[in-house]
């Protein structure tokens, strides 16, 4: 039996950490949450395996672009502290394992920088690192594109998602974030080319900054299913249990969202136990005069 090399528990951390070109944008979305940004663009072009995210978040100072691509992070570490506080995501492992497994081009400047700095990293491998030569900022914050996702893992790229399905796993998990967080507005482009070169884009979605989840869910999802719901707001036991739902009722869970201290919640025994109380209620039976539109849903 013979000791793995670092570089291939590298490739394997990686390769289970992010699966999918979505899970790629959705890990870079969060980071740019955790680095209180106000305004998230994302990019995507399936077919050329590239995906790219630019924020007006704090940005990543020159010292720690050193760091990028070594499992470091901003975040807590503490491993009691992985699953608490309010960030997202993994603790250092999203920009380290996306660039296992493409090239990922950082250009990010602070507030209190005068230059924008750059960091290309493939396969683990530093290309270069230095003054940004393109997409140099005019405020602070940080633009992430990655090329080529999962060039070096060909059964990955036969086995993944076509682009229509990736594409509408993206707008559901940027929609999932605008609800939890209404204070920053997101955009979504499908782009044809290269975003740094000759390219063009067709808008897919943007959702404006708001002033709660509730009016971000009628910004997305229209009038109809958030005119008539129930605002929550309950503490007990140090707990708070805050949100909203539809007294109209709905066919389907297509709009129901579990959020836990702040994060979209899986799947999961907690989400089943609801439906089991919702299906054991006569809650959410309604007339054949609803005012929802035909083949739309609500929440449960």
């Not at 959702?207 to 709660?212: A, C, F, G, L, Q």
């Not at 919640?265 to 005012?291: K, Q, T, Y």
């Amino acid at each position: 039996m013979n000791a793995l090399s670092e570089e291939t528990r590298s490739q394997i951390r990686s390769t289970q950490i992010l699966t999918t070109l979505a899970q790629i944008v959705s890990e870079l979305v969060q980071n740019s949450l955790d680095a209180k940004s106000q305004h998230i663009e994302v990019g995507v072009n399936p077919d050329e395996w590239t995906c790219w995210v630019k924020d007006n978040g704090t940005g990543i100072s020159r010292e720690n672009m050193a760091l990028i691509g070594r499992y470091a992070t901003s975040k807590s570490y503490e491993s009691y502290a992985t699953g608490e506080g309010p960030t997202f995501g993994f603790r250092g492992e999203a920009l380290a394992s996306a660039s296992d497994v493409s090239c990922i081009e950082i250009s990010s400047r602070t507030a209190s920088q005068r230059e924008t700095w750059t960091s290309i990293i493939q396969g683990g491998q530093q290309l270069y690192a230095g003054p940004a030569l393109t997409g140099k900022r005019s405020n602070s914050g940080t633009t992430i594109l990655v090329r080529e996702a999962f060039y070096n893992l060909p059964v990955r790229r036969r086995s993944h998602p076509s682009s229509t399905r990736t594409i509408e796993k993206i707008r559901r998990d940027i929609e999932t974030f605008a609800l939890v967080s209404p204070h920053v507005s997101f955009t979504l482009d499908k782009w044809t080319g290269d975003p740094n070169g000759s390219s063009g884009k067709i808008r897919l979605l943007t959702i404006p900054k708001s002033t709660s989840m509730l009016s971000v869910f009628h910004i997305i999802y229209g009038r109809a299913l958030a005119e008539h719901v129930d605002e929550i707001d309950i503490s007990r036991d140090g707990m708070r249990l805050q949100g909203f739902i539809s007294m109209e009722g709905a066919l389907n869970k297509a709009y129901q969202f579990l959020f836990i201290n702040s994060r979209p919640s899986e799947p999961s025994d907690l989400h089943r136990a609801i439906g089991e109380c919702f299906a054991a209620s006569r809650f959410g039976i309604v007339s054949h005069s609803s005012v929802l539109p035909e083949n739309t849903g609500g929440y449960e």
